[in-house]
């Protein structure tokens, strides 16, 4: 079992930052990947970023292209999301998740608010 809890979620103007962790816990040694996504009210859960445990190579929704970094601290057991420029839009829970384990589970995150008023 793997367990994950995110922070850094809050409220900011619009064109601020924030920055979002996620760390994990139990049997964190078959990472694959870890990734953020996000809901707003009223819509589906939606992939924002990724990044591969062992090499690191990221990938990002179109919509977050050139605001938002996606890092991770293999030491411990961490992940990031530098949310940059955030926009009204970017307004939503964003939830963290990692697939791991030789069946490729998929663990998710209780969820950490983001609120970015105009």
């Known amino acids: 079992q793997v367990q994950l809890v995110e922070s850094g979620g809050g409220l900011v103007q619009a064109g601020g930052s924030l920055r979002l962790s996620c760390v994990a816990s139990g049997r964190t040694s078959s990472f694959y990947t870890m990734g953020w996504f996000r809901q707003a009210p009223g819509t589906e859960r939606v992939f924002v970023a990724g990044?591969?445990?062992?090499?690191?190579?990221?990938t990002y929704a179109d919509s977050v292209k050139g605001r938002f970094i996606i890092s991770r601290d293999n030491a411990k057991n961490e992940v990031y999301l530098q949310m940059n420029s955030l926009k009204p839009e970017d307004t939503a829970v964003y939830y963290c998740q990692i697939i791991a384990g030789p069946l490729r589970a998929v663990y998710w995150g209780q969820g950490t608010q983001v609120t970015v008023s105009s």
């Open positions: 990044i591969t445990w062992r090499d690191g190579s990221t």
